[in-house]
Structures are given as C-alpha cells and as structure tokens.
C-alpha cells in the first residue's frame, strides 16, 4: 500500500490545531488535522468564552470552534474527523502517522496539539455514575438538571463558571471546594458570590459519590478544617478539578515534565526535530484558548522552517 505524504499532520482539532492548520496551509503546505472527535476541542464543552480577543460580548465555545475551523478550512487545511492517531513512527527524517482504522501517512513535521482531558477525582462512585449523573461537561449535561439541586468540584475559573451557568437550569448549586477561597477570576468570583443559587461549600473534599437505582444521590464531604464531615443530597455532581496532559502518544519518544506536560522551546520545537507541540499538552503555565492559539501559529511557522530548510540542504 503506498503512503500518502503530506508537508505537516497536525493530531488534534482544538484552538492550538486549527491555528497551527490555518498558518500551515496558509503557506500552501499540505495539512491534515486528525481529530479523534469533533473539531473545537475542549471550548466545545464550555457555554460562554467572554476572554477570546475580537468578540466583546464572548461567544459560545462551539460557536468559536466552528470559526477556527471554517478559517483553517478556508485556505486548504484538510480535517480528518473521528480518526485518532495511534503511533508515530520516524521514518529517516520523515514520520509515519498511524491511524486506529488502519491508514497510514509520511509527513515531513508533525504538531502534536492533542489538548488535556479532564482530571478524574479518583473517588468511590465516579466511575460508577459517569453518565448518571457525573459529568465533566455542564454546556452538554445542564439541561437535564432542570430545578434539581447539583455540586460542581473545583474553585478555578472553569469550575465558577459552569457553576453559572448551571443555575439557568438547577435550583440550588453548590460550589464544594477544598480551600477556603477560590482561585477563580476575581470578576467571576463576584458573579458567583452575587448569585443567590450558588452555595460556596468551603473547605471540602468529596470522598465518596453515593448513589441509587443506578442514579447519584448525592456526595460524602470531608472536612479540610476539622469541622465534621457531611452527606450533601445530590441530583448531580459535575468535576472541574484540573486537566491532565493528553500526551500517552509520545512518551518514550518525546521529553515529558513530572506532571506529563511535553516540554517545548518558546517556539513549539520539542526534543525530536521536525515534531512541535502547541497548546494544553505542553508546559506553558497558562491554558487558555488564546495562549494555545498563539502557540499553535508559532508550531507552524516553525514547522515551515524546518521544512523549507531541508529542501534547501538537498
Ligand atoms: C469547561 C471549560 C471551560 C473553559 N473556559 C475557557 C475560557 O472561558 N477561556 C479560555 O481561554 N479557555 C477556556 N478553557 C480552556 C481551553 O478550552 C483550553 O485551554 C483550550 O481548548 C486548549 O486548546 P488545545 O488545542 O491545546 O487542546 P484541546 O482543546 O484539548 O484540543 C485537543 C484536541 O485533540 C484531540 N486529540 C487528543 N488526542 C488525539 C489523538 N491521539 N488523535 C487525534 N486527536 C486527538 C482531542 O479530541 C481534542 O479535540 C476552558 C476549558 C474547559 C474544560
């Protein structure tokens, strides 16, 4: 079977993969996004991005991807939904990229731009009742909670502000966090201590997710502060405790921090020449959809040069 050869694959469809596409075929090299779901990445599940440059009034996360996409698709970038990649095999200085249906591609550079999945709390009953009332998604799951009574875990800017957003739907919803203020936003945090649904559980863990008849019932809270612990009753439980770095793919080939992160230089070069990394896999302190964007345009440009440079060494 031959190979189809391609200038840049880019494995991941989020801000930092549609960006990185939007550069690279821009410069008219020959790009493919794999996306092993939908394009957009992780702002698909979040309601509102209100911190994105050009859009004052924010925008919602899907309305967002699907600009990304339609950009990158604007000068030639091919998207590749529903295929995961599996391996990268260098091939002398090119890589064989390996999808889980079988096909295969030679690309001169590759960007690795496969994001961070949510962070699991590691807790008796979240496995259990994922999908029965656990979820890591308020923009897709909300709405089933319509006038029930809901927690979300977690004290950062992405948990206040599902947070909000569940009160359009939920009667009561509890912030349970492990510390005795947030670390969100100051002006999300004001809009979540003005909001008279929202209840701060200070000082919390959640120790176990109880449930039944197959739906969750509610939450066992430890105290951080000596004070007893506690049963919350519980229509639902959404978890926004941190994310984890998407990157099984290269270890063992690339360089990984303690944490999983994949080390880059400013410009995206990692330790292998010819892959660049962008975005939330990588260990640039701030993760947000600007920052994985800009990353993303640096990993092309890059990528480009490297190129260019090979052709020219022939
Ligand atoms: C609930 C929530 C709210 C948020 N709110 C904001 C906000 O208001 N403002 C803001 O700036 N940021 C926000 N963020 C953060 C922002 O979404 C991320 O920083 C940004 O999406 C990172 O982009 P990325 O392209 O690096 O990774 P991701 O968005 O994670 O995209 C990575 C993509 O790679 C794909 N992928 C992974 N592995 C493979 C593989 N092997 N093969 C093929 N595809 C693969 C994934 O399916 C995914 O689509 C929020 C995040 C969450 C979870």
New binding site residues.
């Given amino acids: 079977m031959s190979l189809e050869t391609i200038d840049i694959a880019i ?7 549609l960006t990185a596409a939007l550069y690279a075929s821009r410069a008219r090299a020959r790009t493919i996004v ?4 939908i ?5 698909v ?2 309601d509102w ?4 440059p050009g859009f004052p009034k924010g925008l919602s ?1 899907q309305e967002l991807g699907d600009l990304m996409l339609a950009q990158a698709e604007e000068f030639g970038a091919e998207i590749r939904t529903f ?3 599996e391996r990268i095999e260098p091939v002398d200085l090119d890589f064989k990229i390996l999808t889980s249906d079988g096909d295969e591609f030679l690309a001169r550079a590759v960007i690795v ?4 999945v ?1 962070r699991k709390l590691g807790v008796p009953g979240e496995a259990e009742y994922t999908g029965r009332g656990v979820s890591w998604c308020a923009t897709c799951d909300g709405a089933l909670f319509k006038d029930k009574v809901v927690a979300v875990v977690g004290g950062g ?2 948990a206040v ?2 947070a909000l957003f569940l009160t359009k739907f939920a009667s009561l919803v509890y912030v349970i966090h492990r510390r005795d203020e947030l670390r969100a936003t100051k002006c999300i945090q004001e809009r979540c201590f003005a909001n008279e649904k929202i209840e701060v559980k200070w000082s919390r863990i959640v120790k176990e997710i109880t449930g039944a008849d197959g739906r969750v019932t509610g939450v066992d809270l430890a105290a951080t502060n000596g004070e007893p612990d506690e049963h919350l009753p519980l229509d639902g439980v959404f978890l ?1 405790v941190g ?1 984890d770095p ?1 990157s099984d ?1 290269v270890s063992g080939m690339l360089d990984l921090d303690e944490a999983g992160y994949i080390k880059t230089d400013h410009d995206g070069r990692t330790a292998w020449p010819g892959i660049y990394a ?4 990588t260990d640039t302190e701030l ?4 920052t ?1 964007a800009a990353k ?1 345009a640096s990993a092309a440009f890059e990528a480009l040069r490297y190129i260019d440079e090979r052709v020219c060494s022939i």
Wanted: no cysteine; aromatic share 6%.
């Fill in positions: 494995i991941g469809g989020g801000p930092a993969g794999f996306e092993q779901a394009p957009g990445g992780q702002i599940t979040t991005i209100e911190n994105y996360g295929a995961t990649i731009a496969t994001g961070a949510p800017d992405a502000e599902e926004f994310i998407a793919l962008a975005g939330d896999v993760k947000q959809v600007v994985a993303g």
